[in-house]
């Protein structure tokens, strides 16, 4: 898992709740990205970030928002918009351009209540 | 469209034995293709990463190889083991974007 680190490992959402996911790295890498896993399919891009305060949407950005305030982090919080938002949620940094590699966190498995 | 397939979706070997996964990309135009082992639960962990110039990439017991021309590309496990148990991801770099285009991945089982 390299040096990133996701939190929780399980988290629960109840109907029109909002959650936030936790992601921290101390690799000093500059880019990190939010890919989200379901059965049977690759992984997909929910949002990424290249340097502080800036951040792009991925694919699926609809229904989920982040922030980049600091290097080290990168929360990303699902919100009541995200209707299936059942999925194991990975988090990812490298050194820069999308040519480095990325290193993934753990993960957080979220489940709806 | 860029797409990334992987086979077999599934496969099951015994310990000691070799296998193959395959990888076939239509990704255009081409940067890298790296593989990643996955166990279940747990993120991804890189195993190699190929530009289009390299044909070989070993890593351990972990061999990839490129073939540019056809886009293809294959991880070979030499002499399994039961930690081998996992899910391996071929992931390809477009190079134009910030996207990368992940396969769905082979599940792997060894057992004894």
């Known amino acids: 898992d390299g040096g990133i680190t996701q939190s929780p490992k399980y988290l629960f959402r109840k109907e029109g709740q909002n959650v936030t996911l936790s992601c921290e790295q101390n690799l000093n890498h500059d880019a990190m990205y939010w890919y989200r896993q379901d059965p049977g399919q690759g992984l997909r891009l929910i949002y990424y970030?290249?340097?502080?305060?800036?951040?792009q949407k991925g694919d699926i950005a609809e229904g989920y928002s982040v922030s980049r305030e600091k290097k080290e982090s990168f929360p990303l919080t699902v919100t009541s918009a995200q209707k299936n938002p059942t999925a194991f949620y990975l988090c990812?940094?490298?050194?820069?351009?999308?040519?480095?590699?990325?290193?993934f966190g753990p993960g957080t498995r979220l489940l709806v209540l | 469209k860029n797409q990334v397939e992987q086979s077999p979706q599934s496969l099951i070997i015994l310990e000691g034995k070799n296998c193959t996964l395959q990888?076939?990309?239509?990704?255009?135009?081409?940067?890298?293709l790296r593989w990643y082992k996955q166990d279940t639960g747990r993120g991804p962990v890189s195993l190699t990463i190929?530009?289009?110039?390299?044909n070989t990439k070993s890593n351990g017991r972990y061999t990839a190889t490129l073939d540019a021309d056809t886009k293809q590309s294959s991880l070979h496990i030499t002499a399994s083991q039961l930690s081998d148990s996992a899910s391996y991801i071929c992931v390809v770099s477009p190079g134009t974007t910030d996207k990368l285009i992940f396969g769905t991945g082979t599940r792997l089982q060894v057992f004894p």
């Open positions: 990888c076939n990309y239509t990704v255009s135009p081409f940067s890298n």
């Open positions: 970030s290249q340097i502080v305060n800036d951040f």
């Open positions: 990812a940094s490298s050194l820069g351009t999308v040519l480095e590699t990325q290193y």
């Open positions: 190929m530009t289009f110039s390299e």
